[in-house]
């Protein structure tokens, strides 16, 4: 597995690089058009604003390179939001006791996905749209739909503060969940299942993995990473919201498919879903420094989606 | 054999989450009795906004004795449009609706026409369909209460607007009330308007992004409170001071920030005043009285000076 990089050969570099390549020619044609987007500062604010979303698409990617898909990563996050937002809060417990509860709560939503896809045998699609409607649902019960405060300022400043003076929390706590992601795809029995079971499924068990056992800590591992994301986003607004992470799962798909990721399965990697977030986040952020009009953004990011994605099929065909 | 215990235990966990689901409701719907029966549909309850206008509409119905039953559309036309129908169905005396989109309900309305029950909308226009009468706020005057306030408290120099949704309604309303007041004076710019589809985490994002551009903003104005709140946090210990902040709604939290001295203003709508004034005209037309076609409801400039009175 440590060899991966040697034994791959120009060309396949080449198809390797390719969402890096699209997110090198967005920055340049960025720093052309506006003199605000290469500073330390706005980089780094990108970093920051990208942070929720990667994490959920980091989680996401354990559950695509499987085969499978999580709607319910959105809902999850609004979920543990609130579960944790009530627990210091409402409830007024100790910080500890309430990340336990909000991260837990999203692990737990993961688990029930989990259950619902290898114990009642609902497609991904359906057992995670349905937690989608319930999470969401029950956030808003929890909090009778207003959004809860004041959030422990321990906690605040994991949203707003920064490491060695210039490194935003937010921006180190996304490369750590990064880091974690690699590792686990790369260096883990489990992670070597995840690209078997998304490759072919029926092989995966014939060979001998125990594949319900994999996919109940794959969307479990998904859960317990919008459960992450849904503190840090609570952390960043300084409230707890029930519409927090509101369509997020879009972008979360959008980032693992536009870093390479192939949605039947059996292809993506962690770096590559870092990128795809990279590239939504420097679009929303140069759209805004250029002053485009609301109405075109949607129709731009709509474009670059596309594009992004096409271009790599392209190129994969050929190679 | 596991595989049909688990079907078993699936279906019993469904139908009694269904039994409790449905004993809440029945638990918060009766009480008062009186023989009318009121239907509400509301856009979505994933937003205060409405869960305020829910909550006075509720209110309403219990001190008049009526019965009123709620549907949440989940911003989605279509479930509002069976929403309607099951109103219908289950022949209410009148119908409340607050619009997901002023177009696609025409039907709907035009429906419950057809049954001779007679439609109300809350906050947000029909363009089409017999409807009795509109209770809304006036977003054009807010929207000018707000730049005149910013203008106000600036003096002078570049500012930048945070709009909501692109093509709703009050994002529109708002940003020409705001635009207005910006127009009759040269003093303050807007130099940058960008939306952030009325949410606090796309507030705090499009605000950062903004100041990169434009790190000598005096100010901002946000088309609500919540994308104001996320300014607030994108902008720390400038906000409020260097940066003057005036919002819309005057939900719980902005009223807070506006308190502490993190925000300047807010333009105060009153959703549980629609809620009831919608509960108690409905009732007024059951009982064969005439409504005017259109009932605005009063919105208001909060400052720092006047918060105490909002803040319960």
Do not use: H
Request: proline share 4%; glycine share 12%.
């Amino acid at each position: 597995m440590a060899s991966v990089a040697e034994r791959l050969r120009p060309r396949e570099l080449l198809s390797r690089s390719g969402p890096l390549g699209g997110l090198i020619l967005l920055c340049v044609v960025m720093t052309i058009l506006s003199p605000y987007f290469l500073t330390f500062n706005n980089l780094f604010n990108v970093g920051t604003q990208i942070a929720v979303v990667a994490i959920l698409a980091l989680g996401q990617t354990f559950v695509i390179v499987s085969g499978g898909i999580d709607l319910s990563v959105g809902s999850v996050l609004g979920l543990a939001g609130i579960v944790f937002g009530w627990a210091t809060a409402v409830a007024n417990l100790p910080l500890p006791a309430a990340l336990a509860l909000g991260i837990g709560v999203g692990a737990l939503a993961g688990l029930t996905n989990g259950l619902l896809i290898t114990l009642a045998n609902l497609p991904p699609f359906i057992a995670t749209l349905a937690m989608l409607s319930a999470a969401r649902g029950l956030a808003l019960v929890i909090s009778n739909g207003q959004p809860l405060s004041p959030i422990p300022a321990a906690i605040r400043a994991l949203g707003s503060g920064d490491l060695f003076g210039f490194v935003p929390l937010p921006v180190v706590l996304m490369l750590v969940i990064w880091a974690l992601t690699v590792g686990i795809l790369r260096g883990t029995y489990a992670g070597r299942c995840m690209y078997a079971i998304g490759g072919n499924e029926e092989a995966s068990r014939l060979s001998g993995i125990n594949v319900s056992r994999q996919k109940l800590l794959i969307y479990t591992l998904s859960g317990l990473f919008a459960g992450i994301a849904g503190v840090l986003l609570t952390a960043r607004l300084a409230s707890a919201s029930p519409q927090a992470g509101f369509t997020y799962e879009l972008d979360a798909i959008a980032a693992v498919v536009i870093g390479g990721a192939s949605l039947s399965g059996g292809v993506g990697s962690a770096s590559g879903t870092l990128i795809g977030a990279l590239i939504l986040g420097v679009l929303r952020n140069g759209l805004n420094l250029l002053n485009v009009s609301a109405f075109w953004q949607q129709v731009v990011i709509g474009a670059v989606i596309a594009l992004a994605v096409m271009t790599d099929t392209l190129r994969r065909r050929k190679g | 054999m596991s595989k049909r215990i688990t079907t078993i235990l699936v279906v019993i966990l469904v139908v009694a989450a269904l039994m409790a689901a449905v004993g809440c409701q029945r638990g918060g719907g009766e009480g008062g009795g009186g023989g009318a029966k009121i239907g509400l549909s509301i856009s979505t309850l994933d937003n205060p906004f409405f869960v305020t206008m829910r909550s006075g509409a509720q209110q309403a119905a219990k001190d008049q004795g009526v019965q009123l039953l709620v549907a949440d559309a989940q911003n989605d036309s279509a479930t509002q449009q069976d929403d309607v129908q099951n109103f219908v169905t289950q022949q209410v005396d009148a119908i409340l609706v607050n619009p997901v989109d002023p177009k696609a309900i025409v039907p709907t309305i035009q429906a419950a026409n057809q049954a001779n029950i007679p439609v109300l909308c809350l906050d947000r226009e029909a363009s089409g369909g017999k409807v009795k009468t509109l209770i809304v706020s006036d977003n054009v005057k807010g929207g000018r209460m707000a730049g005149e306030e910013l203008i106000r408290l600036v003096g002078g120099g570049p500012v930048a607007q945070l709009e909501g949704i692109p093509g709703t309604d009050p994002a529109r309303d708002r940003g020409q009330g705001f635009q207005q007041a910006i127009d009759d004076q040269s003093a303050v710019k807007l130099v940058a308007s960008q939306t952030a589809n009325f949410e606090r985490a796309q507030g705090l994002n499009v605000t950062e992004n903004i100041l990169q551009a434009n790190p000598d903003i005096k100010g901002i104005f946000a088309q609500n409170d919540e994308m104001a709140l996320g300014a607030v946090r994108a902008l720390g210990g400038k906000a409020g001071t260097d940066v003057k902040i005036v919002g819309f709604d005057g939900t719980e939290e902005a009223l807070k920030a506006i308190q502490s001295g993190k925000m300047n203003a807010t333009v105060a709508q009153q959703p549980d005043k629609m809620g009831s004034l919608g509960v108690q005209n409905a009732m007024k037309i059951i009982d064969g009285k005439s409504v005017p076609k259109k009932i605005p409801v009063e919105v208001k400039l909060v400052t720092k000076e006047n918060v105490s009175q909002f803040l319960e």
